[in-house]
């Protein structure tokens, strides 16, 4: 979840403090490609979608000093898609069936 203009400014304060993080992101490094944080099975190959996991992955786990932060974030908001905390969707599904809350 983002800003959305016109949303509850409770909210969006909430929203803002949540994603703090994103400020010290590695994933926000100048030049790096965001697609490789979403690989699409309805378009990308399987090939593909191995090559952005691991480019994706490679840079949660060796250069992003927020990654546990993101990783509950992105545990707390349910995202079903995309490489986020240095996980995938199914990655975190097994983390919310061993742990629903
Ligand atoms: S853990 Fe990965 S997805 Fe999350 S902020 Fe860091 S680089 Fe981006």
Do not use: N
Request: glycine residues 6%.
């Amino acid at each position: 979840m983002s800003y959305t203009p016109g949303m509850d400014p409770t909210i969006a304060a909430e929203v803002a403090q949540m994603t703090e993080f994103m400020a010290e992101a590695g994933c926000g490094e100048p030049g790096l490609d965001p697609d490789i944080f979403f690989p699409d099975p309805q378009e990308d190959t399987r090939e593909a979608i191995q090559s952005k996991t691991l480019q994706a992955k490679t840079i949660c786990w060796t250069m992003c000093p927020v990654r546990e932060t993101c990783l509950q974030y992105a545990l707390a908001m349910r995202f079903d898609h995309g490489i986020f905390g240095g996980l995938t969707p199914a990655e975190r599904k097994k983390r919310y069936d061993a742990d629903p809350r």
